[in-house]
């Protein structure tokens, strides 16, 4: 049961490479021909803990036109979306989205599986959502459902300074206890020294930066929805052809305001983590972290050595390069902001 209490933790919060278990190199049945020219057959995909059963069933899951899927690195905003998305698409129910966990109203792909590793049960969240349907996953493209790839509904990708979403990882594992037997530094340090862990984030990135531009997919950045969340959701309005008030995208604003976002109950994942606990038998105190934590662009820089932050740095440099892009232009920054 550690074991599995082990990947269920690093898969929860993203796929993170680790020497205690078993990577395995995943080829799907086929691969986004369609959206990307690039030479497939070198595309390197490694997962930790999930079975082939289950991402050959995510390959073949039936998408229905009217579907919204949110698709993130973990630790990027993904919650900030998921809630303005949830709201934009059910006409702004605030009560109902007060009242309901967000993860029960808009189901996390994996999370099922994760949890019970059964394919019997896998699969439910998604399939009694009542349509239209936003779905969120930590899938690269790759790996989603090949319905996405040819019916082409809607996604929606945010991007982040991966810098920061590291940070952030470290402290939502310690919600876990699974890195409180190593500090701050030593977590970023395995990350950046994960030849398999960097390929899998670079890659994700990338693949979805290079298709911003195809009508059904919405592309943005954490740092953006930060410099002017107000435009974010006109564009996200636009994007699902609804349309916004000015009283209403006051309310919006408020409500996904940072302190708003980390006092409320139903943003913070506390059903998740009730799910894994009442599993495993951990303990039911509350988690020594908000999953709505700091809410800052480059934080990083306030958190790790002088040292740290150089090397981090450094490890970002060279990954653009390999990848022939800027980070300015992942985040959709123009040149004179400093990402």
């Not at 205690?20 to 021909?33: D, F, G, Q, R, V």
């Not at 470290?170 to 530094?185: I, P, T, V």
């Not at 980390?262 to 799910?275: D, I």
């Not at 934080?299 to 050595?305: D, N, R, T, V």
Request: aromatic share 14%; glycine share 2%; proline share 3%.
């Amino acid at each position: 049961m550690a074991f599995y209490l082990e990947f269920l933790i690093i898969f929860f919060v993203g796929i993170h490479f680790t020497t205690t278990m078993e990577s395995i190199e995943y080829k799907p049945p086929e691969y986004p021909t369609n959206l990307l020219d690039k030479n497939w057959s070198e595309r390197k995909i490694i997962y930790w803990g999930v079975s082939e059963e289950f991402l050959k069933r995510v390959h073949d899951l039936d998408v229905f036109e009217d579907d919204v899927w949110l698709v993130t690195l973990p630790k990027c905003g993904t919650t900030w979306m998921q809630e303005l998305l949830w709201l934009v698409l059910n006409d702004f129910d605030f009560e109902k989205a007060k009242a309901e966990h967000l993860e029960i109203r808009s189901p996390f792909l994996e999370f099922d599986y994760m949890v019970n590793a059964d394919m019997k049960t896998a699969f439910k969240p998604i399939e009694s959502t009542k349509r239209p349907r936003l779905i969120k996953t930590h899938l690269c493209l790759p790996l989603l459902p090949r319905q996405l790839w040819n019916k082409k509904s809607k996604i929606v990708y945010v991007a982040r300074n991966l810098k920061d979403a590291i940070v952030s990882d470290y402290y939502h594992m310690r919600n876990f206890d699974s890195s409180e037997d190593q500090g701050l530094e030593q977590f970023v340090r395995g990350e950046i020294e994960s030849t398999d862990d960097t390929d899998m984030k670079f890659f994700h990135l990338t693949e979805f930066y290079a298709l911003r531009n195809e009508s059904w997919i919405f592309y943005t950045s954490f740092e953006q929805m930060k410099i002017n969340l107000r435009q974010v959701l006109l564009d996200v309005c636009r994007f699902l052809n609804k349309t916004i008030d000015d009283a209403t995208m006051a309310k919006m604003l408020k409500h996904l305001s940072f302190d708003e976002m980390k006092r409320n109950p139903k943003t913070n994942h506390l059903w998740e983590f009730q799910q894994i606990r009442d599993k495993y038998g951990m303990d039911q105190e509350k988690p020594e972290y908000n999953f709505v934590r700091k809410g800052k662009v480059n934080a990083y820089k306030e958190e790790l050595s002088k040292e740290m932050v150089g090397k981090l740095d450094d490890w970002m440099d060279v990954n653009l390069k390999r990848y022939n892009t800027t980070l300015n232009e992942l985040l959709l920054l123009d040149n004179e902001t400093k990402a």
